[in-house]
C-alpha cells in the first residue's frame, strides 16, 4: 500500500469527524434558501382526520421544536402564523423538553384553543395506567385546556412496547378511560423505529383513530412505513399522521439528495391526514407554510422518481437515523427500558 | 488453580475436514493488553491451554490486534487454526485484497485458515457484497490462490441480513454471529431464525458475544458469566469466540472450557425463560439495536456518523492507517 494510499484516506477519514453526512453536498438547498422567503397568501388544504368526520389541516406544527425555539416570544409568534395561515393540527409529547413544549403551547394557544386541535402523547413506556393517567392532568394543565383532541401513546420504539401497553393496566387501558371521560376526543400511538412494531401494535384491534409514523422519500424504500403500515391504517380508517419528512432534523437535505421543499412535498402527497413538522424559527415555518399554503400534490409520475432518486442513499438507512440507531430515541423511554442514556449512547 | 496446560474439546467446522477448538480467542479484546509482551503471553498461554481458534479483523484497533496476535503466535502457527476479516463494508473486491495482504503481514503468515467479511449489518449489505466487483469475487480468489482455506462472513445486527447473504448462494464454509441466552428470545434471534438454516447447510457456526459483548447482563446480575458462556457453547455450534484481555479471564475460560460439559436441554429453557424479560426489548443485546459496537470503517463506507469515543476511533486520529471511501462515491 502507498503511503499516498494511506494519507488520502486518512484525510477522508479525519474530515468527517468534524461532519457527520457524508455525501456531498449538493447546491439545491443553498439555492433555496436564498430565494425569497415570501409566504403566498391562502391558507392551507385541510384533509379528513380518518373516519372520524373531521376535519385538519395539511401540515401540522411538531411540538418538539417549539420547545427548541430561542425565547418564548418566538414560540408565541411561531403558533400565531401558523393558525393565521390555517394550521389547526398542534403535536406535542408530555416528555418534549421536561414540559416546556406543553407549557409554550399552552400560552401561545392561549384564546385560540377552539381554532386548533391540539394532540399531545402519554410516555409511560411501558408503566401502567395511573401513570398515565396522572400525565394527562399534566399535559391538560400545561397546555391550558380541559381537553385534547388527540391523545397518543408516544414512542413505541421497543420490541416490548406492544405487550407492555396492551397488558392488563396498561397504557391501552388508559386511552379508553380518558375518552370515556372526555378528556380526550380520539386516541393513537406513534413510533419511529419499525414497522414491525406499528403492525404488532394494529394486530390487537384497539380502536385506534390515528397512528402516527415516519413518512419520507427514503422511507420509500427503506423499512418502509408507507409500504408497510400507510395501506393498513388507510384500510382501517385511521388518521395517518406523518413525520420525519426530511430525516427527523433535516438529514436529507443537509445530505444534498434533495430539497425541504422536495421532502415535505413528498410526504404532504401521501394518503396521510397531516404532515407534522418541526419549527423552531420563523425562517423554518415560512419555508413550510410556501409549501403548504394552497398545497397542490405531487404527481405519482414526480414521487417515483424522487423514491428512484433517493433509493441508493435509503438502503442502509444513514438518512433515518430514527430507525438505525438509538439517537431519537428520548430519556424516558431509555430510562424505562434500562437503555444506556443519550449522554452514554448518542446512536 | 485453573490449569493452563490441558485440552478443549474439538469440534468439527462443519463439512470441512478440520477441527477446531469448542472456545476460541476473541481478537478484539487483545487489543486492551497493556502492552505487547503481555499480549504475546496471554496469547501463548491459550495455544498450551488448548484453545485453537483464533479470530482477529483487519479493521480491529487499526491493526494493533493482528500485530500482537502475529508476534504472539510466531513459531506456533502450525498449532491453530487462524481467522481474520477483511473490512470492505460494501465497497470493492480490490479492497478486500489489499487488506488481506496487510493482514498476513501483520499476522506474519502466508495463508490465513479462515477469512471473513466483517460486519454485515446493514440492509444494503448482501446486495452490496455479490454485486460485480463485490467483496465475493475477493473471497473466491483469496481461496483460489491458496491464500485463505475457508471464507465467510460475520454480523451482530439482524438476522435478517444474515439470511440475506445465505441467500446470495455464495459458498460460505463459515458464519460468525452472536448467540446467547438474550438472543434466543428477542424477537430478531439469530439463534432461532440463522442457527438451524446453518445446521441444515453444512456451515461452521462461530457464535460471538456469549456474553451479550461488553457483558451488560452480567454487571447487572441478571446471569453469571458460567452460565452465559456454557449456554452459548451448549448450543449446536462450532465454537464460541469470547473476548481474552487479561491472565485472569484466560484462567477463567479456560477452566470453563477445559471442563465443559453441555447443559441439558431443561436447563437451557430454564435458562432462556429466566432472561426472557429482559431480552424483550433488547436492553442487553446494544449491537443489535444501536451503532454502538459498529466501527469506523463500516460507518465511514455506509455513511454513517463516528463515535469518538470508540477506541478504533481513538486510534484512528493518531494513526496514518486509514482506508475506505463512502459507497456510493456518486456525489448527489
Not at chain 1, 384533509?47 to 420547545?67: C, D, E
Not at chain 1, 424516558?332 to 448518542?346: A, C, K, L, S, W
Not at chain 2, 469515543?309 to 492507517?321: A, F, I, T, W
Amino acid at each position: 500500500m502507498s503511503s499516498d494510499w494511506n494519507r488520502r484516506r486518512f484525510i477522508q477519514s479525519a474530515a468527517i469527524l468534524g461532519a457527520a453526512p457524508l455525501v456531498a453536498r449538493g447546491s439545491m438547498a443553498q439555492n433555496e434558501k436564498q430565494r425569497s422567503q415570501e409566504v403566498p397568501s391562502g391558507m392551507i388544504p385541510k384533509k379528513p382526520f380518518g373516519k372520524t368526520g373531521v376535519q385538519i389541516s395539511a401540515m401540522g406544527l411538531g411540538g418538539y421544536h417549539l420547545g427548541s425555539a430561542e425565547t418564548d416570544k418566538a414560540a408565541n409568534e411561531i403558533v400565531a402564523k401558523a393558525l393565521d395561515h390555517g394550521v389547526t393540527f398542534f403535536d406535542n409529547a408530555w416528555e418534549y423538553h421536561d414540559g416546556l413544549s406543553e407549557e409554550r403551547m399552552g400560552r401561545a394557544l392561549r384564546g385560540r384553543r377552539d381554532q386548533a386541535f391540539v394532540m399531545t402523547k402519554v410516555c409511560t413506556h411501558g408503566r401502567d395506567k395511573k401513570v398515565a393517567m396522572r400525565m394527562l392532568e399534566e399535559s391538560l394543565r400545561r397546555l391550558q385546556t380541559d381537553h385534547l383532541d388527540l391523545w397518543q401513546v408516544h414512542e413505541v420504539v421497543y420490541q416490548s412496547d406492544p405487550d407492555l401497553i396492551f397488558a392488563p393496566d396498561g397504557a391501552a387501558e388508559a386511552l379508553l378511560a380518558a375518552k370515556q371521560q372526555g378528556k380526550v376526543r380520539f386516541v393513537g400511538f406513534t413510533g419511529h423505529k419499525h414497522p414491525e412494531i406499528h403492525l404488532r401494535m394494529l394486530s390487537h384491534d384497539f380502536p385506534f383513530d390515528a397512528v402516527q409514523m415516519p413518512l419520507n422519500c427514503c422511507d420509500a424504500t427503506f423499512r418502509s412505513f408507507e409500504q408497510q403500515v400507510m395501506p393498513e391504517a388507510n384500510r382501517r380508517g385511521m388518521a395517518v399522521l406523518g413525520m420525519k419528512s426530511l430525516g427527523g432534523s433535516g438529514e436529507m437535505v443537509r445530505s444534498g439528495i434533495i430539497t425541504a421543499e422536495q421532502g415535505l412535498r413528498y410526504a404532504m402527497s401521501l394518503p396521510v391526514a397531516t404532515t407534522i413538522s418541526g419549527i423552531d424559527t420563523m425562517e423554518v415555518l415560512d419555508q413550510n407554510l410556501k409549501v403548504a399554503v394552497n398545497f397542490q400534490p405531487l404527481e405519482e409520475a414526480a414521487m417515483q422518481s424522487l423514491r428512484d432518486h433517493c433509493r441508493v442513499l435509503a438502503a442502509d438507512g444513514r438518512l433515518e437515523m430514527f430507525k438505525t440507531s438509538t439517537k431519537y430515541d428520548g430519556k424516558v423511554g431509555r430510562e424505562q427500558h434500562h437503555f444506556p442514556t443519550t449522554q452514554e449512547m448518542p446512536l | 488453580m485453573p490449569t493452563t496446560t490441558g485440552s478443549i474439546p474439538l469440534r468439527k467446522f462443519g463439512r470441512a475436514d478440520a477441527q477446531i477448538s469448542a472456545l476460541g480467542f476473541g481478537g478484539h479484546h487483545i487489543g486492551d493488553a497493556p502492552d505487547a509482551k503481555t499480549a504475546v503471553e496471554i496469547l501463548h498461554e491459550a495455544v498450551d491451554g488448548g484453545i485453537t481458534f483464533f479470530d482477529n479483523c483487519w479493521e480491529y484497533r487499526r491493526g494493533k490486534t493482528e500485530i500482537w496476535m502475529g508476534a504472539g503466535l510466531k513459531g506456533r502457527r502450525d498449532k491453530v487454526f487462524l481467522m481474520t476479516k477483511t473490512c470492505p463494508h460494501g465497497r470493492d473486491a480490490s479492497l478486500a485484497l489489499q487488506m488481506l495482504e496487510e493482514s498476513l503481514r501483520r499476522l506474519q503468515t502466508d495463508h490465513l485458515d479462515l477469512w471473513q467479511v466483517h460486519g454485515m449489518g446493514f440492509d444494503n449489505d448482501p446486495d452490496l457484497f455479490i454485486r460485480k466487483n463485490g467483496a465475493a469475487e475477493a473471497l473466491e480468489k483469496a481461496k483460489k490462490d491458496g491464500k485463505v482455506r475457508f471464507v465467510g462472513f460475520t454480523g451482530h445486527k439482524s438476522p435478517e441480513v444474515h439470511l440475506g447473504m445465505l441467500n446470495t448462494g455464495f459458498p460460505f464454509d463459515a458464519v460468525q454471529m452472536p448467540l446467547n441466552p438474550f438472543d434466543a428470545t428477542f424477537v430478531h434471534s439469530f439463534e432461532r431464525q440463522v442457527l438451524p438454516e446453518l445446521n441444515k447447510r453444512g456451515i461452521a457456526v462461530l457464535g460471538m458475544k456469549p456474553l451479550c459483548g461488553h457483558g451488560g447482563a452480567i454487571k447487572k446480575g441478571a446471569i453469571t458469566v458460567e452460565e452465559s458462556l456454557r449456554y452459548a457453547m451448549s448450543l449446536p455450534v462450532t465454537t464460541t469466540i469470547t473476548g481474552i484481555d487479561s491472565v485472569e479471564v484466560l484462567h477463567q475460560n479456560l477452566q470453563l472450557a477445559q471442563n465443559f460439559s453441555p447443559m441439558s436441554e431443561a436447563e437451557m429453557k430454564e435458562l432462556r425463560e429466566r432472561c426472557r424479560q429482559d431480552a424483550a426489548d433488547g436492553r442487553f443485546e446494544p449491537y443489535k439495536l444501536s451503532l454502538k459496537f459498529d466501527n469506523p470503517e463500516a460507518r465511514l463506507a455506509h455513511g454513517f456518523p463516528l463515535d469518538t469515543r470508540q477506541s478504533e476511533v481513538k486510534d484512528m486520529l493518531g494513526s496514518e492507517m486509514n482506508t475506505g471511501h463512502p459507497f456510493p462515491e456518486k456525489e448527489f
